[in-house]
């Protein structure tokens, strides 16, 4: 609940308004999100987007380690939050039941449901090598990124 935090999140959300405003391509939208998380965010070792496509999610544009290609809906910390459409703010990954290590050196994990036209669309999944580095205001903040991204998809 930092307001130096908050401050940030909000910065970066003017950022990423500004970036998808007038271009309709998702995926070059998400590309320039999730280098912008990647390199503004402290501790963080993996951030980017899981689309869904049929039944399972299907990596889409990051920043980090290569990553899990493809995730069932259920499984993972990614595949909870579409299963219980619902975001996932995950302290320590290791005590997730059913978590996939897609790299060994995460420990703690935040992930949101993006919407288009009412149906979650995509994730976007943002870990850490610290144990607890996501709190309730990472997830506040990521969701006025998530927002700005949505807006986009309509």
């Not at 999610?57 to 290609?69: D, K, M, R, S, Y």
């Amino acid at each position: 609940m930092s307001q130096n935090k908050q401050q940030h999140y909000a910065e970066l959300a003017q950022q990423v308004a500004s970036l998808v405003e007038g271009e309709s391509d998702y995926i070059a939208n998400m590309a320039n999100i999730s280098a912008l998380l990647y390199w503004t965010l402290k501790d963080v070792n993996w951030a980017g987007f899981y689309l869904l496509k049929d039944s399972e999610l299907v990596l889409g544009p990051f920043h980090g380690q290569p990553a899990c290609i493809r995730i069932p809906i259920g499984k993972g910390v990614c595949g909870t939050a579409v299963s219980q459409n619902s975001t996932q703010l995950v302290y320590d990954v290791h005590e997730f039941a059913g978590h996939i290590a897609c790299d060994a050196a995460s420990n703690s994990e935040v992930v949101i449901p993006v919407y288009a036209n009412g149906e979650i669309f995509a994730v976007l999944d943002i870990d850490s090598p610290l144990i607890g580095r996501f709190d309730q205001t990472d997830v506040d903040g990521l969701q006025l990124i998530v927002d700005s991204l949505q807006a986009s998809l309509v």
